[in-house]
């Protein structure tokens, strides 16, 4: 994909999958177009977490064995790295909107400032509008009949679909696209050459 902005892919581990309960635990993140790429699990409070899952979601990332003993008490850092990854990228990812919503609850500060009694949205949604969702590229590129998940993908680009954390599915998804990328790229190519 020859853009000029960055591609970011995104993953976000969660306690559940609705955006208005439920939130990240753990987040991925690569830049397709430097190729740099961060993890970090967000501060949050485990007994909240846990008290607020869905307990199918925290079976699949794993969030017991995995996360609850490791939670920093300040994630200021990455986070600030992570914001910054985002800002003016295409934020890509297997079905991405969800992501998206994560990261907005994320980052979104969660009081309102309140300016002359008014209250002032300083919060900026700093990605691009457009968003790229795996699903609906690998679709397109390999004229498939429905939308792919990311397990379907894997298989057909035979890419490792890893083991659910988020940096294993940042991995396999980032994957997925760069072999797409480049099967676009040739196919480019080859219609140059046909024409010329
Ligand atoms: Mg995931």
Redesign the pocket.
Do not use: G, M, S, T
């Given at each position: 994909m020859n853009s000029t902005r960055h591609i970011v892919v995104v993953?976000t581990?969660t306690n559940g999958l609705d955006p208005r309960r439920h939130q990240a635990v753990e987040v991925a993140w690569w830049n397709l177009t430097t190729n740099e790429r961060g993890m970090f699990i967000p501060t949050h409070n485990v007994s909240e977490v846990l008290a607020n899952a869905d307990v199918k979601a925290l079976q699949i990332n794993r969030y017991v064995d995995r996360i609850a003993d490791q939670v920093p008490s300040v994630d200021s850092h990455e986070r600030g790295k992570f914001a910054q990854q985002l800002d003016g990228c295409t934020l890509a990812g297997s079905n991405p909107a969800f992501d998206a919503a994560m990261v907005e609850k994320l980052l979104r500060p969660r009081h309102t400032l309140q300016i002359n009694g008014k209250p002032v949205t300083t919060w900026r949604q700093p990605w691009h509008h457009r968003m790229l969702d795996l699903s609906n590229y690998a679709a397109g590129m390999l004229a498939l009949n429905d939308l792919p998940g990311l397990a379907k993908v894997c298989e057909l680009l035979d890419v490792d679909p890893g083991d659910?954390t988020?940096e294993a599915?940042v991995t396999a998804t980032g994957e997925c696209f760069n072999k797409l990328f480049a099967r676009a790229a040739s196919e480019r190519e080859l219609t140059v050459a046909e024409l010329s």
């Open positions: 993953d581990e659910h988020a599915d």
